[in-house]
């Protein structure tokens, strides 16, 4: 089986993102209470609990990838139209032929720099809804047990807020960037254009 170990860590990034964000919270917020969990002398068992957050962190992380494609995704597109713009497109990458007659790999470049953008898209995308369920989940807590917000808490929730802020920006910047050279590669191509600019 010839598996890409590059998805093991796309996919482990969101999942150890929302990991992180959640029990940083918790560590600070509860700290006695997280203490308990590792006992004096439990190397062993920080070690044991470093290996089991690793690991559960990529299919997290894929959940969080998959839920993202979907809402964003899959949801918003009429599929016939799409997948015959995709159809069309991919076509057009794969018979690409250029002009110059000192790269002959122009299709192979458009297809690389198209297949970029989509995973940059979907991977800053996962880590936005991982950051955001991470802080569901914190707020959930502190609203049932009825704690009372402190300082620390909202700068915390202050700063993941800036963070998240950044990456839907950064997410942003890059759907721009494939509607831009999609569409100008669809109006090279005398395909009708898909995306909206």
């Given amino acids: 089986m010839n598996f890409d170990t590059r998805y093991l860590i796309r996919w482990g990034i969101p999942g150890w993102i929302f990991i992180i964000f959640s029990s940083v919270y918790f560590l600070i917020r509860d700290f006695e209470g ?18 089991i957050i690793t690991v559960l962190g990529i299919p997290i992380g894929y959940l969080f990838n998959q839920i993202h494609h979907t809402v964003t995704f899959v949801w918003f597109r009429k599929w016939d139209k799409y997948f015959k713009y995709e ?35 979907h991977e800053i995308g996962s880590i936005c809804f991982a950051i955001i369920y991470s802080q569901f989940i914190n707020i959930y807590w502190e609203y049932t047990n009825k704690i009372k917000m402190n300082n620390f808490a909202w700068v915390f929730h202050i700063i ?16 721009r960037n494939i509607e831009v050279f999609a569409n100008f590669h669809s109006e090279k191509a005398g395909i009708k254009k898909y995306y909206k600019t």
């Fill in 34 to 51: 997280m203490k308990d969990l590792f006992p004096k002398g439990s190397g062993t068992s920080i070690v044991a609990a470093g290996a």
């Fill in 87 to 121: 159809t069309e497109f991919e076509n057009y990458m794969f018979t690409y032929k250029t002009l110059s007659k000192t790269d002959s790999n122009v299709g192979e470049k458009l297809q690389e720099r198209y297949r970029y953008l989509l995973s940059r898209i």
């Fill in 160 to 175: 993941v807020f800036i963070v998240l802020v950044i990456m839907f920006i950064d997410r942003w910047y890059y759907k």
